[in-house]
């Protein structure tokens, strides 16, 4: 019997080349890999402006590297649902979000015993960021003398197909919207608001925005008259130097705190808990009320210059768990009033 010849020594070594090759490949992969999953993954519907001073700070105090995904409310939402990288939600309404608490890790952050009451006493999965009121925002250079104080005002003739409305499907903002046009135009009913719902859409001659920013930066660009957005955007666009005008409605305002939310499928529970508790911490709400134009959920931090006092605002109380509950059949009814389908 013949025994089997050995290899050539040349055909050893381009194997173990080979070997090495794939290897070295396969490390720098993994390495790449474990690089990214490293990261804490963020996602929010936050203005790009209003986000990236506090990240940047973030990172610089806890070492911590973010990977930061921009994108509207109902979109982030469906993020943190279907993606179990998504790590924490920054941003949306508790209105808006609230009906997804399932989804969330339960949390309660340090600084909570410095929380206003208001704000300390939601359901755990759920963390107070900062206090949201809807306002009207109004192009100083092309209002001429056309007077917007309300909701009311909005149904002049002048101002069919001038007005900015994101679709409340899509956007946080919006939806607050619609929730304040409810209460305050159904005098505490919002049923009884439907009425003047059916009035305002016709007033936007065929026009619903994709999303918040296209409203206040519309209205700042001029394309339209008046827009119903939030609070810090309208201060943003100040800062900018735009020439609007922040129209706190008569009717009443509806002001709703936002939050953060830690996915409960969270690889990196103790580096998203470290987030909840750096955004709600003194020092970052004092920045943030300074010189963002936000609101604060803590007693300790002074109030913002950038807005009027709270006890200047004809505030409106609305049932938090009535809203959550019908989020949907709202959001359903005003698309089907406006002639959109609610899937698209």
């Not at 943003?236 to 499928?265: A, C, F, N, Q, W």
Request: hydrophobic share 40%; net charge negative.
């Amino acid at each position: 019997m013949k025994q089997r010849e050995g290899l050539p020594i040349w055909a050893i070594i381009a194997v173990l080349l080979v070997v090495a090759l794939l290897g070295g490949i396969l490390l720098n992969l993994n390495k790449k890999n474990t690089e990214s999953s490293d990261k804490l993954v963020v996602v929010s519907p936050h203005p790009t402006d209003f986000m990236i001073p506090l990240i940047q700070e973030f990172e610089n105090e806890t070492g911590i590297e973010v990977d930061l995904r921009s994108c509207g409310t109902s979109e982030a939402i469906r993020s943190m649902v279907d993606d179990e990288n998504i790590d924490v939600l920054w941003g949306g309404s508790l209105l808006s979000v609230g009906a997804y608490s399932e989804f969330f890790y339960p949390y309660k952050t340090v600084n909570r015993a410095m929380f206003k009451d208001d704000f300390k006493d939601i359901d755990g999965r759920i963390t107070c960021f900062s206090n949201v009121p809807s306002v009207i925002i109004v192009n100083e250079d092309i209002i001429g003398n056309t007077q917007i104080e309300g909701y009311e005002d909005l149904l002049a003739e002048n101002l069919k197909g001038k007005i900015a409305y994101a679709n409340p499907g899509k956007s946080s903002s919006a939806f607050e919207h619609l929730v304040n046009i409810l209460y305050a135009m159904g005098d505490g009913n919002p049923e009884a608001g439907w009425d003047y719902v059916e009035k305002f859409i016709d007033q936007l001659n065929g026009i619903l925005l994709g999303s918040s920013s296209e409203v206040y930066e519309g209205v700042a660009a001029g394309k339209y008259v008046a827009g119903l957005t939030f609070e810090e955007a309208a201060v943003t666009m100040l800062g900018k130097g735009k020439h609007i005008r922040i129209i706190y409605m008569e009717e009443g305002v509806v002001s709703t705190p936002d939050g953060i939310y830690i996915s409960k499928d969270s690889a990196h529970i103790l580096k998203a808990e470290k987030f909840v508790d750096f955004m709600t911490s003194a020092g970052t709400q004092e920045f943030m009320a300074g010189n963002l134009g936000r609101r604060s959920v803590r007693r300790d931090v002074s109030a913002s210059e950038l807005v009027i006092p709270d006890n200047e605002i004809t505030a409106i109380d609305v049932d938090r768990d009535e809203v959550i509950s019908k989020k949907d059949e709202w959001n359903s009814k005003f698309l089907a009033l406006f002639g959109e389908d609610s899937d698209e």
